[in-house]
């Protein structure tokens, strides 16, 4: 069973300017969530989708993120302008159920550098 | 919101060693999770326990939910369990679904 895809890798872009990750989840899993992780520190929860639905956006930036689930199976999250303090690790996780109790499965990441 | 502590944050063992990692929770959880993230920054699911006691080879886990704490035991420590660990909480509170709260981890190091 193919884990969480996410896309790309590895991001560098200047100041300002827009950027995109893509996520694919585990086959099935009907929840995502796209979380932050800065350095030396654990993961944040950005928003969380129950199919095409975001549940809990609460601690999304709106002023510059957005995201969407698109036929409730992959996930673009965007930021447009990116600012230095953007630069993170952007980790996407799929579960198969939205209760509390549910199993969070990660995908690899995507390392952003802003210069 | 639910406030979650580790300790120790750095761990440095020869090759063979045993450990002790600990979570401390500041309210009432119905999840918890132990993370193991490789330096490629992959994340691994261990354990979901909000409660008793599970093993997995040489890795085992007990929480004590009435007294807020998790703790992670590493036997024989190998190279390949070098990495950053982590404790997620969902708090028993949180009325949105499965929001986990992770901790600042604890950076292990596993020397040959």
């Known amino acids: 069973e193919a884990g969480v895809v996410q896309s790309p890798r590895y991001k560098i872009i200047e100041k300002k300017q827009p950027v995109a990750f893509w996520c694919n989840p585990i086959?099935?899993?009907?929840?995502l969530y796209w979380y932050l992780q800065n350095l030396g520190q654990g993961p944040e929860l950005l928003i969380r989708y129950e199919n095409e639905e975001a549940v809990d956006d609460s601690q999304l930036p709106k002023d510059r993120f957005s995201a969407e689930r698109l036929k409730g199976v992959d996930s673009t999250l965007k930021i447009q302008p990116a600012e230095l303090g953007d630069s993170a690790v952007y980790l996407c996780a799929s579960s198969f159920g939205t209760g509390w109790q549910e199993t969070q499965y990660f995908g690899p990441g995507t390392r952003l550098l802003v210069l | 919101g639910i406030q979650v502590e580790q300790s120790p944050p750095d761990l440095i063992l020869q090759e063979g060693a045993n450990s002790t990692l600990r979570c401390n929770f500041s309210d009432s959880v119905n999840n918890l999770q132990w993370f193991h993230q490789n330096p490629w920054g992959q994340l691994i699911n261990l354990f979901y326990i909000p409660s008793g006691t599970k093993q997995n080879g040489r890795l085992s886990a007990t929480t004590v939910a009435t007294e807020r704490y998790s703790l992670l035991y590493i036997s024989s420590s190998q190279t390949t369990d070098s990495g950053v660990y982590f404790c997620?909480?969902?708090?028993?509170?949180?009325?949105?679904?499965?929001?986990?709260?992770f901790g600042e981890g604890t950076q292990l190091t596993v020397n040959p």
């Open positions: 086959s099935g899993h009907n929840t």
């Open positions: 997620a909480v969902t708090s028993f509170w949180e009325t949105s679904g499965s929001r986990l709260t």
